[in-house]
């Protein structure tokens, strides 16, 4: 079965609930509030079909957006164009990675945190994150998996969306591999309809739960950025309780 991810369009369109208007406000609302530094350039952490990213750059912002699968790239490459959009895409692990030019803000959002396989793996990623953010500005990580006793956590979910005649009806599906171990496996399906065509692509993929607060603890020892909180994934609130629909906010030192 082929990679959900080496089909871009697809990709936008199974995802195209999102939002993004409504994203960028919010996280101008963080950047109002927490930034300490102005911001010009943009970073979008496993940008996939680079939606917030055109986003960003539509609004006047220098966005650079990193993935790591060659199709979303030139899919963001390629729309760019077509928008004359001042985008960078590069093709790069977000686990560990470096860019010719700092940015002032970074976000990751859907849950893209939990491809993140381990501790040493999140480390990592936080170390490179340091490397590129500006001091003072900000890295937002949406979807954070906080409550990993949350029952809907592993309920599995179906939606369908269209555009253009095109449908894509998707499955998704978190399950427990090994309790102890916290090892789980991540199920993503896309069925399309696209004319004549019919296509099942998907993608699988095992990882580990990092508990909230060893998250904290890993954290505090890389020792570069100030936990802020975890926020309301729609508005400016701290959440009253550990849940998984959430922003973390974070500020380089």
Same mark, same amino acid.
């Given at each position: 079965?082929?990679?959900?991810?080496?089909?871009?369009?697809?990709?936008?369109?199974?995802?195209?609930?999102?939002?993004?208007?409504?994203?960028?406000?919010?996280?101008?609302?963080?950047?109002?509030?927490?930034?300490?530094?102005?911001?010009?350039?943009?970073?979008?952490?496993?940008?996939?079909?680079?939606?917030?990213?055109?986003?960003?750059? +539509?609004?006047?912002?220098?966005?650079?957006?990193?993935?790591?699968?060659?199709?979303?790239?030139?899919?963001?490459?390629?729309?760019?164009?077509?928008?004359?959009?001042?985008?960078?895409?590069?093709?790069?692990?977000?686990?560990?990675?470096?860019?010719?030019?700092?940015?002032?803000?970074?976000?990751?959002?859907?849950?893209?945190?939990?491809?993140?396989?381990?501790?040493?793996?999140?480390?990592?990623?936080?170390?490179?994150?340091?490397? =590129?953010?500006? +001091?003072?500005?900000?890295?937002?990580?949406?979807?954070?998996?906080?409550?990993?006793?949350?029952?809907?956590?592993?309920?599995? %979910?179906?939606?369908?969306?269209?555009?253009?005649?095109?449908?894509?009806?998707?499955?998704?599906?978190?399950?427990?591999?090994?309790? +102890?171990?916290?090892?789980?496996?991540?199920?993503?399906?896309?069925?399309?309809?696209?004319?004549?065509?019919?296509?099942?692509?998907?993608?699988?993929?095992?990882?580990?739960?990092?508990?909230? %607060?060893?998250?904290?603890?890993?954290?505090?020892?890389?020792?570069?950025?100030?936990?802020?909180?975890?926020?309301?994934?729609?508005?400016?609130?701290?959440?009253?309780?550990?849940?998984?629909?959430?922003?973390? =906010?974070?500020?380089?030192?």
């Amino acid at each position: 079965m082929k990679s959900i991810y080496n089909y871009p369009f697809y990709y936008s369109i199974a995802f195209s609930f999102v939002d993004v208007d409504r994203q960028t406000k919010l996280f101008s609302d963080f950047i109002r509030k927490y930034s300490r530094i102005r911001v010009k350039r943009v970073l979008d952490l496993g940008a996939g079909p680079g939606s917030q990213a055109r986003a960003f750059a +539509k609004l006047g912002y220098d966005v650079a957006a990193l993935d790591n699968n060659k199709a979303m790239i030139s899919y963001i490459q390629k729309r760019a164009k077509e928008e004359n959009l001042r985008i960078s895409a590069v093709k790069k692990n977000f686990v560990s990675f470096n860019l010719s030019k700092k940015v002032d803000f970074a976000f990751m959002l859907m849950g893209t945190i939990g491809y993140i396989k381990n501790r040493n793996e999140l480390s990592s990623h936080l170390r490179s994150m340091a490397r =590129v953010l500006k +001091k003072g500005g900000l890295y937002l990580i949406e979807n954070f998996r906080m409550n990993e006793n949350d029952k809907n956590l592993f309920k599995g %979910q179906r939606w369908t969306m269209s555009r253009d005649g095109v449908i894509v009806k998707t499955k998704y599906l978190l399950k427990m591999i090994d309790k +102890k171990k916290k090892l789980v496996e991540e199920n993503l399906e896309l069925l399309v309809k696209d004319g004549n065509k019919r296509l099942i692509v998907s993608n699988r993929t095992r990882s580990t739960l990092v508990p909230f %607060q060893e998250f904290l603890h890993v954290l505090e020892m890389n020792g570069d950025f100030q936990f802020i909180g975890a926020f309301d994934s729609r508005r400016v609130r701290i959440l009253p309780r550990p849940q998984n629909r959430n922003i973390i =906010v974070l500020r380089k030192k």
